[in-house]
């Protein structure tokens, strides 16, 4: 595996201005040289001026958040990061790399989820660039790579969860999204890792069942909602009966044998647990006749 050598790179403005320097006297040196006949100076200003231009070529920018991954023949010969006006031999290419930090989403993914049900879901990466020469020499084209893997990465995590919690302690991709992301994170660092690339963030950006499966989820969901919500309420009656029961005993209000108890917890739940408000019914006579 081909590591990053960083390299600070030869100021480019000093030797920009050696450079200069140098060409105006070579001028002048060759002016002189035709005005005076002298062969050897004449020849002499000449293959200096061709060297000082092919000088000039070795100077190149590096903007902020950037590197130039410099190669000589083929050979890897360091990366520059130094932002500025840099010199480096004219022989050697310079391939810009960006170091900023890049996202980007996922189309929508059909997956099946760790049930078995088929679920879309897309990703939000935000990612950069720390390991230039890793990121030129040993993929392809970084950036695709990226998107491929991220993508495969995200697959593997559907199927690892399931859509929606329905038992205790189970996890979800759509409950628990904070263990989801750092999962998902971790996975995509892992594959990005061999390419130079550094994982800042990943997040779940979409998140559904299927459509044909979708109606039928919603009845799940909403089944489980009414189970729930009934679930209190009986809790919240059973209560409210108990204590209406002790609070008329502990008083001394009424003495209601067994059968006339059962009768007041029937009717109370009844009405505590109806949908419909109940209609009163005056009892003109005794609770016994």
């Keep these: 595996m081909i590591r990053e050598q960083v390299r600070p790179g030869i100021p480019g403005i000093p030797v920009l201005l050696a450079l200069l320097v140098l060409l105006i006297w070579l001028v002048i040196t060759f002016v002189g040289a035709i ?23 070795g100077l190149f920018i590096v903007n902020p958040n950037e590197a130039k991954v410099l190669q000589l023949f083929g050979s890897y010969a360091g990366s520059v990061k130094t932002a500025g006006l840099r010199w480096a031999n004219p022989l050697y290419s310079k391939r ?77 991709l759509r409950g628990h999204t904070l263990e989801v992301a750092e999962h998902l994170k971790k996975e995509i660092q892992e594959r990005l890792a061999k390419a130079g690339v550094e994982v800042l963030e990943a997040r779940i950006s979409h998140l559904a069942y299927a459509p044909e499966i979708a109606a039928a989820m ?26 209406a029961l002790e609070m008329l ?10 059968e006339r108890k059962a009768a007041m917890v029937s009717n109370l739940l009844v009405v505590l647990c109806g949908e419909r408000g109940p209609q009163p019914i005056v009892n003109t006579g005794t609770i016994y006749q």
């Design 35 to 57: 005005r005076a006949e002298d062969v050897v100076s004449l020849v002499t200003s000449i293959v200096g001026t061709v060297l000082a231009l092919f000088g000039l070529a």
């Design 96 to 172: 810009r790399i960006s170091l900023r930090i890049r996202n980007f989403e996922s189309a929508k993914l059909k997956v099946n989820d760790a049930e078995g049900n088929p679920i879309e879901i897309a990703a939000v990466v935000v990612w950069r660039v720390v390991e230039t020469a890793e990121a030129c020499f040993e993929v392809d084209d970084y950036e695709n790579y990226v998107h491929v893997q991220s993508e495969a990465a995200l697959r593997n995590l559907a199927t690892s969860y399931t859509y929606d919690t329905h038992e205790e302690g189970q996890r979800s």
């Design 218 to 243: 919603l009845q799940r969901q909403q089944a489980g909602a009414i189970i729930a919500a009934r679930q209190r309420i009986v809790e919240g009656a059973v209560g409210m009966v108990e204590m």
């Design 249 to 258: 005993s502990r008083k001394g209000i009424i003495q209601l044998d067994e």
